[in-house]
């Protein structure tokens, strides 16, 4: 797998547009000290068959300490811009829509990871840097870690800023068994308040 750039629709705007767009650098993320998934296919793989993503959904999952999955959802759409601050608010909607918040806690413990399921190749374009910034300041103010940021396209998988991918599976392939969590979980959730707030952010 590949990591490298890629132009994407924001890339035309002046550097004082971009900034206010709220973009992370690779660069950047790599430095957060972002943690390591111990098994980044099994996260992926569980993901994929329980949610069955196509290009444009985006998903966003809470693992406890020992990586079991505890929640999660899939929303679809995008806005016409990639906005960090825009995306924060529709992460947040979903975080708050299948799991409590943890901000009594004086450290996180649970972990937030964001699998985006879309066209092109894995390199990172300026949308994926929106959904990095996004995702960080979301488990901020949701009182989670900020965890992995995770691309699917039709090259296969790949974890942004690691450097770890695989080519099974990718957003054209059958799901794989469920192995993500052993604790049985309600089904998916989708769509709801996020999905809205992306229609309105698209048709404007």
Request: hydrophobic share 40%; with cysteine; net charge positive.
């Amino acid at each position: 797998m590949t990591f490298g750039f890629a132009p994407s629709s924001a890339a035309s705007l002046s550097p004082s547009t971009t900034s206010a767009t709220r973009v992370l650098e690779p660069a950047e993320w790599a430095a957060a000290g972002i943690p390591l998934l111990r098994n980044p296919r099994e996260i992926v793989s569980g993901l994929h068959a329980r949610h069955r993503p196509r290009p444009a959904t985006t998903i966003v999952a809470v693992l406890d300490p020992d990586e079991r999955l505890r929640a999660s959802a899939s929303f679809a759409g995008r806005p016409a811009q990639a906005d960090g601050w825009m995306f924060r608010n529709v992460l947040l909607a979903q975080l708050r829509r299948v799991i409590p918040h943890d901000l009594r806690r004086r450290t996180p413990v649970r972990t937030a990871v964001l699998l985006s399921c879309r066209d092109g190749d894995a390199r990172w374009t300026e949308e994926d840097g929106a959904w990095m910034w996004g995702l960080r300041d979301a488990c901020t103010l949701h009182g989670l870690r900020c965890g992995a940021y995770i691309t699917l396209t039709r090259d296969g998988w790949q974890v942004l800023g690691e450097g770890r991918g695989g080519r099974r599976p990718n957003s054209a392939s059958a799901p794989e068994p469920f192995a993500t969590s052993e604790v049985p979980l309600p089904p998916p959730r989708t769509g709801g308040v996020a999905s809205e707030v992306l229609r309105r952010a698209a048709a404007r």
